[in-house]
């Protein structure tokens, strides 16, 4: 993680591709029009350094790109860009932003991006959905030891609140409630094992932020290793006594719970139904 950028969600052992990594500067388009209210406060606020993660570290963090955020729900990553060398700096704001994907990588979308706000010295470029601020990014020209355009503060929303076209490219999976809305990526996201660790065969699904977020397995080739999970992973089972339905889906799977149980979730298909175990805590792709 890069210094100064905080990122909220919950970590599910797996990473999602980076955007633009090896890709090159060419693809990132900058269009549009300036909004007609565009935000309004500095676009140049003192970021300390807090020492601690979580929507209020990133918040601050992410200085002024983090107030110009319009998220439904809370930040899911922000923070300040580290000083760039002569070779990085950008002649111009727009290859400002260029650099901000070369250096930092970030996981959002390289483009439909417009010039938002204006000032002598700093830009602040915004990706919006529905005409409010998904991902914001200041430029900076010429700070100290940092010669020419580059990213000074950035952040962004939520990725379920970012297009799906996007996500699903990006392999986010993000899943629906029962009145078919994206459900946040932090309070419910899944993916495939790693396959560093050879687990590309088993799946993850994480409920909630850490600390208290829990994360579940499907592990139906056996293939994680001893004590990760709490419980077998079973295939075929009928769905317990006071199991309730969610309402999440994610195409035809559908989560059940039993409340006051956290050590199972139950995933319901056309072909049946599925137990899910916890992971132990603190075990994980190294």
């Known amino acids: 993680m890069r210094k100064g950028l905080v990122s909220v969600s919950v970590a599910v052992l797996v ?30 606020v003192r970021v300390p350094e807090l020492g601690e993660d979580g929507p209020r570290a ?7 790109a983090g107030r110009a955020l319009e998220c439904d729900g809370g930040i899911h990553a922000g923070g300040a860009g580290e000083s760039w060398s002569e070779g990085d700096g950008g002649g111009t704001p727009e290859e400002g932003l260029a650099a901000w994907f070369r250096i930092e990588q970030p996981d959002v979308p390289r483009s439909g991006y417009r010039v938002e706000r204006e000032e002598r010295d700093r830009v602040l470029f915004s990706y919006d959905v529905g005409g409010r601020t998904k991902v914001a990014v200041v430029v900076a020209r010429n700070r100290a030891n940092a ?15 970012l297009p799906a076209g996007f996500t699903d490219s990006q392999g986010y ?7 078919g809305n994206r459900v946040p990526f ?6 495939a094992g790693p396959s560093h660790c050879d687990w590309q065969r088993a799946h993850f699904l994480a409920l909630g932020r850490e600390p208290g977020g829990r994360l579940y ?26 199991a309730r339905d969610t309402g999440h889906r994610r195409g035809d799977r559908a989560l059940w719970v039993v409340d006051g149980d956290p050590s199972k979730i ?21």
């Open 58 to 64: 990133a918040r601050i963090e992410s200085g002024a």
């Open 15 to 44: 990473s999602v591709a980076a955007v633009g990594c090896g890709e090159g500067e060419a693809e990132i388009l900058v269009e549009g029009t300036t909004p007609a209210t565009p935000y309004g406060g500095p676009l140049h």
């Open 266 to 286: 139950y995933l319901r298909t056309p072909d049946g139904v599925e137990a899910w175990p916890r992971v132990a805590e603190g075990m994980g792709c190294r």
């Open 217 to 242: 397995a499907r592990d139906p080739d056996g293939v994680l290793p001893d004590g990760m999970l709490t419980a077998p992973y079973d295939g075929d089972v009928p769905l317990p006594a006071g």
């Open 147 to 161: 010669p020419g355009w580059g990213p000074e503060t950035s952040a962004s929303c939520d990725p379920a609140e």
């Open 186 to 191: 932090a309070a419910l996201h899944g993916s």
């Open 173 to 179: 999976e993000i899943w629906t409630d029962s009145h």
